[in-house]
């Protein structure tokens, strides 16, 4: 029995695992792509699922941590992004870091030599009418122009956003290895995962001073900085207090330097960005100063003294709906139901937060072209917890894009003892019992949802 095609518009995370999630379950799709007919401000390469800010898709500890454990269920999903993460990771202590480009030649190969997966590269300049069939949106928060104006026409403007920050790449063989040094904090992970460039008390306060005086992109009259909290620039950090970036990206805890048997007052750290470890990414320095600024500030950093630059940073536009007024428990569009929306655009944050909507998507929409009932995944799980963010938040004037962390998760208060009584959990025992209740149910649904037997 054949299936009529689905529509994705936008092969980024949401939408390549969108895809995947389908032809598994034997529907076939049509991938509309605007690259390399066109690009948004931020994207580069020709390949799906280009990871344009980090290379990091941060912890991988499913015991004790939200993302990890995000991580692991879509693992027992059956994810194409996690199957792409996990062939192309590179060193990163307990984070996952691929290699960006390995990644997104992995899954790019995947979905193109598929059969049941047809490419159109063009520019979807409006939503799509009904005799489409069934569509998905997937096209991040860098959805283009046009396409975003028809959207917001339909939806009575109802939108929002926020500014995102991109953080430099630096050439390794740049990195002054007389100054700076290979450690994890508290010594986590491979031994060369981090490269760490120590700053004195008396140099620290001298490049926050350099961040607060230098020249940053100006926005356009219309625009009002609303950044997301999660990824904020670092001269936005520096603002908020001189010092800030000691309890954020400059923290130096858990390290110390081997040249001098001390501990530094502060740090930047430069994480492993590709397979070869020829390039390393600033860790927490998404910024908008301008090029110039970026240059002549970062060179200060001891370590960094001579550094070339692969990428500096930049700033983008991020736009997302209001999703839990538009769109129902399955992700559709509830004024044209034929529609759903994946990704950073109905309102989650993160790589991988996207990619797991887009594994939502993918499914919700798989089972109604075979006509089988959805079954939503559980509330209890990292699935159901991000979902009900999107589509359930009671606060809409407040509504912001959202990571998965354990504040959404249905609370776990304590459990019930042997003899009856009532104990209260915290700290990582409680993180525990939210991974672990997480992933018995997450077991549960996939068993129920199942792919076909070919697949199983």
């Known amino acids: 029995m054949g299936f009529n095609p689905v529509h994705i518009i936008g ?5 390549s695992e969108a895809a995947w999630q389908l032809i598994q379950r034997d529907v076939p799709v049509v991938i509309h792509e605007m690259k390399p007919v066109k690009y948004s401000p931020a994207h580069k390469k020709n390949g799906f699922a280009e990871l344009v800010c980090s290379n990091s898709l941060r912890s991988d500890d499913s015991e004790y941590n ?25 060193p990163a202590g307990g984070a996952l870091a691929v290699d960006r480009d390995g990644f997104s030649d992995y899954v790019t190969e995947k979905l193109k030599s598929h059969p049941l997966v047809t490419i159109v590269e063009e520019e979807v300049t409006a939503l799509p009418p009904e005799d489409w069939g069934r569509v998905i949106i997937a096209t991040g928060p860098l959805t283009s122009e046009t396409l975003a104006k028809d959207i917001m026409s339909l939806v009575d403007n109802q939108s929002l956003s926020f500014y995102d920050a991109i953080a430099p790449v630096v050439y390794k063989d740049s990195i002054n290895m007389d100054v700076a040094w290979y450690q994890s904090r508290y010594d986590k992970g491979e031994g060369k995962d981090y490269i760490n460039c120590p700053l004195t008390e008396e140099q620290y306060y001298k490049f926050v001073e350099a961040l607060l005086s230098a020249e940053k992109v100006e926005f356009h009259d219309f625009e009002k900085p609303n950044y997301f909290d999660g990824c904020l620039p670092i001269e936005v950090m520096a603002e908020r207090g001189k010092d800030t970036l000691l309890f954020g990206p400059m923290k130096p805890v858990g390290l110390t330097n081997p040249h001098t048997g ?45 550094a ?18 538009l769109l129902d428990n399955s992700l559709r569009l509830k004024q044209r139901p034929y529609i759903r929306f994946a990704g950073q655009i109905s309102g989650c944050e993160g790589y991988i937060e996207s990619a797991a909507m887009g594994l939502l998507c ?31 938040c009671v606060n809409i004037e407040d509504f912001q894009p959202m990571n998965i962390n354990f504040g959404i998760f249905p609370e776990i208060r304590g459990e019930v003892t042997a003899n009856g009584k009532f104990r209260k959990i915290k700290g990582t025992e409680r993180k525990n019992a939210y991974c672990r209740r997480a992933l018995a149910a997450t077991d549960k649904w ?11």
Do not use: W
Not at 11 to 15: I, P, S
Not at 311 to 321: P, S, V, Y
Not at 364 to 390: K, N, Q, W, Y
């Open 11 to 15: 092969a980024g995370l949401a939408g």
């Open 66 to 90: 939200a993302v990890g454990l995000m991580h692991e269920e879509m693992r027992r999903a059956g994810s194409l992004i996690m199957e792409a993460a996990d062939k192309c990771r590179v």
């Open 262 to 306: 001390g501990k530094p007052y502060a740090v930047v750290q430069l994480r492993q960005d590709n397979f070869a470890d020829t390039l390393r990414n600033m860790v927490g320095f998404q910024t908008k100063l301008k090029y110039g600024a970026q240059q002549e500030i970062f060179r200060t950093i001891p370590g960094l003294e001579n």
């Open 308 to 325: 070339e630059f692969a990428r500096l940073g930049g700033i983008h536009k991020n736009t997302f709906i209001k999703s839990p007024i």
């Open 362 to 392: 993918g499914y919700f929409t798989a089972c109604e072209s075979r006509d089988e009932t959805i079954i939503l995944p559980p509330r209890e799980s990292a699935f159901g917890s991000m979902l009900s963010h999107v589509t359930e």
């Open 446 to 456: 996939v068993e129920e949802m199942g792919l076909p037997k070919k697949y199983g």
